[in-house]
């Protein structure tokens, strides 16, 4: 199988593995157990803790492990809304296409009364640092804007936006489980005040999570019980995933130069090759995305059936309509970018890594313009098309 799904989760890498087995096995201990084996528990994860803040730039400190990217988003969200409260800020700055851990969270903070203004991305899926301080009110307490999109993979202007959150003095949050270990993070020289990562999406564990949260900045808890994480999530930690994300986030990031260069160039390739298909249109920014994010879509077909087609010949891909969640709504990050429902549903994305290599790409390139056709001379839509009953959306 190819898997060219790396958005969606990725495999785990053999030094993350390595790097949890031990803490599964021998150093099983809780980490505020007082013996031997607890403490052993407990140096580990002390020791991911500095090895995540290394990597982010920020202090250890500042990390709070979490169950993984949502959670962390609902925390940063929730805790960011509960010192607006307080002080009588209830406006809240987001974007139309940030992940539905974001926005179902700020759906339910707008039911307790809070205002939500989400920016419109434009047709590149870019959010101006103009527009932010345009929407920023005196009542505004946070801005939320993902750092790169897991569909289009258009990365957003972090520390433009960063600059303008810090001279208005409003919090600014990023989800940035895309970029983390994929892209340069500075949180400090961005003024990132908070921002969630995930495991799984860099060659570490599913499940696990942290949460990068300034010192001075309050954090509060979504989960009631004991003291780990400075009183801020309880429950006893996931040493064996702990260890094994800041494994796998060390091991990315010291390798995150030649990964861009090799990534991005396995992804211009795929561009380049998915271009050539008539009636097609790459979806995100051209040149600010994602070095392993292809995202296009094909008039006249459904994703669906793309993916499966796409699935009997090898290849693991994903689509931006969400049929598979249960819902036959089309994308709404491909309606954020103002593509119409009808195009939306033709959508497909591959999301590769740095163990993709030029033969797999030679093979998508192969296998995508067949799957398309086949699709599109079955379709009763395309026949009106090509017989001009209905104009073509896209040239
Ligand atoms: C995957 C993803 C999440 C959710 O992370 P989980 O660890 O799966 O909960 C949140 N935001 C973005 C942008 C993601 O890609």
Redesign the pocket.
């Given at each position: 199988m190819i898997y060219a799904d790396n958005?969606a989760t990725t495999k785990m890498s053999r030094t993350a593995i390595d790097a949890m087995i031990p803490y599964l096995e021998e150093d099983f201990g809780n980490p505020s157990s007082l013996h031997t084996i607890g403490q052993r528990a407990n140096e580990a994860l002390t020791a991911a803790r500095e090895t995540v803040a290394q990597c982010l730039g920020a202090q250890p400190g500042e990390i709070y492990f979490t169950s993984?990217?949502?959670?962390a988003?609902n925390q940063a969200i929730r805790s960011a809304a509960r010192i607006g409260k307080a002080r009588g800020k209830t406006h809240i700055i987001s974007t139309a296409f940030e992940?539905h851990?974001?926005l179902h969270t700020l759906k339910q903070l707008e039911a307790e009364g809070f205002e939500v203004t989400l920016l419109d991305v434009g047709p590149q899926g870019m959010v101006t640092p103009e527009q932010v301080d345009a929407a920023i009110r005196e009542d505004t307490i946070l801005v939320t804007i993902?750092y790169a999109?897991?569909e289009i993979g258009s990365i957003q202007p972090i520390s433009e936006i960063g600059a303008v959150c810090k001279a208005r003095k409003v919090i600014f949050h990023t989800?940035a489980?895309?970029a983390a270990a994929h892209l340069h993070i500075d949180v400090k020289a961005q003024n990132i005040d908070m921002l969630?990562l995930?495991?799984?999406?860099f060659h570490g564990p599913?499940g696990v999570?942290a949460l990068y949260c300034r010192r001075g900045l309050q954090l509060y808890s979504l989960i009631e019980g004991g003291a780990q994480e400075k009183n801020k999530r309880a429950g006893t930690e996931n040493i064996p995933g702990i260890v094994a994300l800041a494994a796998a986030m060390e091991e990315a990031t010291a390798r995150i130069d030649e990964n861009i260069a090799k990534v991005s160039a396995l992804r211009d390739r795929l561009i380049a090759g998915l271009s050539q298909i008539p009636h097609s249109v790459l979806n995100g920014h051209p040149t600010e995305r994602l070095p392993g994010n292809v995202n296009f879509c094909f008039e006249g077909i459904e994703g669906e059936s793309m993916l499966l087609l796409l699935d009997d010949k090898g290849i693991c891909a994903s689509s931006g309509s969400a049929c598979t969640s249960g819902s036959l709504d089309p994308s709404h990050v491909l309606l954020a970018i103002g593509r119409p429902h009808e195009i939306a549903h033709g959508s497909l994305r591959l999301s590769l890594c740095e163990w993709n290599t030029e033969e797999e790409v030679d093979a998508i390139l192969e296998a995508v313009p067949q799957v398309v056709e086949y699709l599109r001379n079955m379709s009763p839509v395309w026949r009106d098309l090509t017989s001009g009953k209905t104009p073509f959306i896209l040239q």
């Open positions: 958005a993984g990217g949502s959670e988003d992940h851990a974001v993902m999109n897991n989800d489980v895309q969630s995930s495991g799984h999406k599913k999570g």
